[in-house]
């Protein structure tokens, strides 16, 4: 069954870097479009950018721009997001989402992981 | 960017109520929308696709219409899981960045 298994809660102070891994198992890593997605404390759904597993080709919202590195390890079926400069509104739950689409990208996420929250704080 | 209003913002219903959910995009997106259920602590769930398409695994009492700037989700008969928060988003990959409506919170009455 395809799975999606983040790393744990971090908690980094304002202007630190923060990596959040995302280790995908059940199908085939490269075969799908990677997407991050977070979620502020009681907050709606951001799109952050996506990430091609296969080329490592990446495509990231224009608020992100800059601050936000999307890679990956094929080797480890691992996707990892790392977002810099943080400030206090990063807080917020941070998820990898697959997308639905073999061998393409259609934005439709069809498996999540749990979802790692990012504490910025002084 | 594409912004995405839902509304109501919030609806309390009983078991076995039918309900609907709207969802508006300032420009037209085709077909190019899902739906998505979050229970608290969760991740979302992906519901319908393509605005009418139900994901695998997902129950016939949920159904999705609309084309371009007018989306609908249904419930036809609420069950208790099925309280939680919807969110429509547009799959409208130019121009980018996706976008989320603001979620819809279906309490019980």
């Known amino acids: 069954q395809v799975q999606l298994v983040q790393s744990g809660a971090e908690v980094k102070k304002p202007g630190a870097s923060v990596k959040v891994s995302c280790k995908a198992s059940?199908?085939?890593?490269?075969?799908?479009?990677m997407h991050w997605v977070r979620q502020a404390p009681g907050q709606g759904l951001e799109w952050m950018g996506r990430?091609?597993?296969?080329?490592?080709?990446?495509n990231y919202a224009q608020k992100f721009q800059g601050r936000v590195t999307m890679t990956r390890d094929t080797s480890i079926s691992t996707a990892y997001m790392e977002l810099s400069r943080l400030r206090s509104d990063d807080t917020a739950v941070y998820y990898c989402?697959?997308?639905?689409?073999?061998?393409?990208?259609?934005?439709?996420?069809?498996?999540w992981g749990q979802g790692t929250l990012v504490t910025v704080s002084s | 960017d594409i912004q995405m209003t839902q509304s109501p913002s919030s609806v309390s219903a009983s078991v076995g109520d039918r309900v609907t959910i709207t969802c508006r995009a300032s420009q037209g997106i085709s077909s190019w929308l899902a739906w998505y259920q979050q229970k608290p602590g969760k991740a979302p769930k992906l519901l319908i696709y393509a605005a009418s398409s139900l994901q695998s695994g997902v129950p016939s009492r949920f159904s999705g219409s609309g084309s371009g700037t007018d989306f609908t989700l249904t419930i036809s008969s609420l069950q208790p899981e099925d309280f939680a928060t919807y969110y429509c988003?547009?799959?409208?990959?130019?121009?980018?960045?996706?976008?989320f409506g603001q979620g819809t919170r279906l309490e019980i009455k």
């Open positions: 989402a697959r997308d639905r689409r073999s061998g393409g990208i259609l934005y439709y996420f069809d498996y």
């Open positions: 990430i091609n597993p296969n080329s490592g080709g990446t």
């Open positions: 059940g199908y085939t890593f490269t075969g799908y479009y």
């Open positions: 988003q547009q799959a409208n990959s130019f121009p980018p960045p996706i976008t």
